[in-house]
């Protein structure tokens, strides 16, 4: 989020970090319908460019961080409280650039919060196929080439939130109010959303989603080029550019937008919160601060619940920043728990019983033991504070890693760093586990399950690639890593993150005179990137025959 319209993006600028406030766990308000609705305090969100702007707007919507613990008990003890917050539907408008991911946003808004989405593209081309009124006035100055006045649009618009539907599940006003009169004309009838979202992605990005976009004449499918290409050659031969698609005519949409959306944010102005969702900076700074260690638990939090949504069962969160990488020291196997923490207590207040598992001893005799970054994780987490709602011993419970530790009533399952061990592996009894853990989400936590050498020295042969193919069937819904050259670990040269559902995304470190630094995104991928592909995305190629070698990783 930002404070004004010429705030720059948190990816192209990603000003020094600035923490979110004391939010409760954000991805609370994203349930599709919560015994609390959001109350009339949200305000604006801005969204990185390929984060999903609910996200941002969940950081808002949580109540504030009261005790830790079960939420759900909470609101059950305030039935009047939500019965009263019950009565006012929420009031939504969301703005963003052509190709900003408005229309993918405002399906998630519906679908989480079930509002009535109103376009008034949408409601133009109704109107005038209904030959309303409206609609026939719209319709003269549409067939004379002329734009469509304010107050046509207006009265078209307040008609539709005038609507039964509307009134009792409130609403999702997209792409209104486009100018400064259009946002007066609404405030002089007391129409005013509770929440005002505005997309920001780096025009870069925009144009290149817009000139690599293609239709297929025959399905009406649309690709890129690049990020979404054809299935086939057959599709590819027959893919258009749509008119508006040119790079000249993206550029001229983008400049309307901007001078749109100036003329309108001053009338929302006290609506708008500052919350940057760029890539916190000095990182390489440990221990990290508490509102570093916020943000990706943040981030962490909202991508898990999202695929746990999706009906993902088998997921994996792989975070390998400093602070968060027992491999690095010991010691910080306290903050991966604290994760495990927050991630526990947010499915629990949903009313999940989720258990939270650590590996045991494994072997025998000299090879008996764990691995050395797991040595009392057991006792740290039956001591940690668990809130002061009950949640420990009946919402959350602790175990092993195997199949007799998955009991009928757990409604799912977190592994802390499920690793391999020296003459030991750990996946057959994760397979055994997951096998009768059935369709309930199991998570693993920055596993780590390469195959170690044997009691003999040597890699473990038997059955390593059906343990190999078991460790890869896990999805990961959040990836983030720190880049260096290969063989150093400082300068940090950019970072590579993923959050479900969103794409891959490279970003270059970049200091500024000032002193500060900032990240700024390179390049999006579907699928994880290679170390070539890593390494293109800093250097590009000159020649697209021409073979990069890795020099990052």
């Not at 000249?248 to 901007?258: A, H, N």
């Not at 999006?524 to 170390?531: D, L, N, Q, S």
Request: with cysteine.
């Amino acid at each position: 989020m930002a404070a004004s319209s010429s705030s720059s993006s948190p990816a192209a600028a990603s000003a020094p970090f600035a923490a979110p406030g004391p939010h409760r766990r954000p991805g609370l308000a994203l349930r599709p319908s919560p015994p609390t609705p959001p109350s009339s305090s949200l305000s604006c969100c801005r969204a990185s460019p390929a984060a999903a702007a609910v996200s941002s707007v969940s950081a808002t919507a949580a109540p504030n961080r009261g005790p830790r613990g079960m939420g759900l008990r909470c609101r059950a003890s305030e039935g009047a409280a939500a019965a009263a917050r019950k009565e006012a539907p929420l009031k939504v408008m969301i703005s963003g650039a052509p190709a900003s991911g408005k229309g993918t946003q405002c399906r998630m808004i519906v679908e989480k919060y079930g509002l009535v989405h109103i376009s008034t593209g949408d409601l133009l081309r109704a109107e005038v196929s209904s030959g309303t009124e409206i609609g026939k006035k719209a319709k003269e100055y549409m067939d004379n080439g002329m734009l469509v006045p304010d107050q046509v649009v207006t009265d078209m618009v307040v008609s539709r939130l005038s609507q039964p539907d509307v009134r009792e599940r409130g609403w999702l006003l997209d792409g209104y109010p486009r100018s400064y009169a259009q946002a007066q004309s609404l405030e002089s009838m007391k129409i005013r959303p509770d929440i005002f979202i505005v997309l920001e992605v780096p025009d870069d990005i925009l144009i290149d989603r817009c000139v690599g976009r293609r239709l297929d004449p025959e399905t009406g499918k649309i690709y890129h080029i690049k990020n979404f290409p054809p299935e086939n050659d057959e599709v590819s031969a027959r893919l258009v550019t749509r008119s508006d698609d040119t790079f000249e005519k993206v550029k001229s949409r983008l400049e309307t937008y901007k001078q749109n959306s100036e003329a309108v944010i001053p009338t929302y102005s006290d609506l708008l919160n500052q919350e940057f969702r760029g890539i916190p900076t000095r990182l390489n700074n440990i221990p990290h601060s508490r509102e570093i260690r916020k943000y990706f638990y943040n981030e962490v939090l909202v991508a898990t619940r999202h695929a746990v949504e999706d009906k993902k069962t088998r997921l994996q969160i792989d975070i390998n920043i400093p602070e968060l990488n027992p491999e690095m020291d010991v010691y910080r196997i306290g903050t991966l728990m604290e994760l495990v923490r927050e991630l526990s207590l947010s499915f629990a207040d949903d009313g999940k019983r989720v258990k939270v598992c650590v590996q045991g001893s494994m072997g025998q005799g000299a090879f008996a033991g764990i691995p050395l970054q797991l040595a009392g994780t057991r006792k740290i987490l039956e001591i940690m504070d668990w809130g002061e709602y009950g949640a420990k011993g009946t919402f959350i419970n602790f175990g092993a890693v195997g199949a007799s530790e998955v009991d009928k009533e757990d409604d799912m399952f977190i592994l802390i760093a499920p690793q391999n061990a020296v003459g030991n592996c750990i996946i057959d009894d994760m397979k055994a586990m997951t096998d009768a853990a059935g369709d309930r989400p199991v998570i693993l936590v920055n596993p780590r399950l390469k195959d170690m050498p044997g009691s003999s020295g040597v890699m473990q042969t038997m059955g390593r690639d059906m343990r190999l193919k078991y460790a890869a069937s896990f999805e990961t819904c959040y990836s983030f890593r720190l880049l260096f050259y290969a063989g150093s670990f400082y300068p940090i040269m950019g970072a590579l993150r993923m959050a479900y559902p969103n794409k891959y995304e490279i970003y270059r470190r970049v200091d500024e005179p000032n002193g500060q630094e900032r990240y700024v995104l390179l390049e999006e991928f579907v699928e994880k990137p290679t170390p070539d592909e890593i390494t293109n995305a800093f250097r590009p190629r000159k020649n697209e025959n021409e073979k990069s070698a890795s020099g990052f990783w």
